[in-house]
């Protein structure tokens, strides 16, 4: 199983539902899917893995703040909706 796509979508079996890519940045490529539990469309964030390692969890997730995830994202993606 080498598509990426598949690949998360049997990781995060019965969370969330992979889309589609949409986009990739130096540290991390954000998809398009469907929070399960929610029932509502997000932006699943995945640090790629020759990075995890190096970088560790902690930058990562301190992207995830708020005022950025919100900003950036609906910059990004023009859809308010994806970034919940």
Do not use: W
Request: aromatic letters at 8%; glycine letters at 8%; a negative charge.
């Amino acid at each position: 199983m080498s598509d990426p796509v598949a690949r998360l979508n049997a990781a995060l079996e019965g969370r969330y539902a992979i889309e589609r890519e949409l986009g990739e940045g130096g540290m991390a490529t954000v998809y398009l899917a469907d929070d399960l539990k929610h029932e509502r469309k997000v932006a699943v964030k995945v640090l790629k893995p020759e990075l995890a390692a190096v970088v560790g969890a902690e930058r990562f997730l301190a992207e995830d703040r708020p005022p950025f995830r919100f900003s950036q994202c609906e910059r990004k993606f023009g859809d308010e909706s994806l970034c919940r």
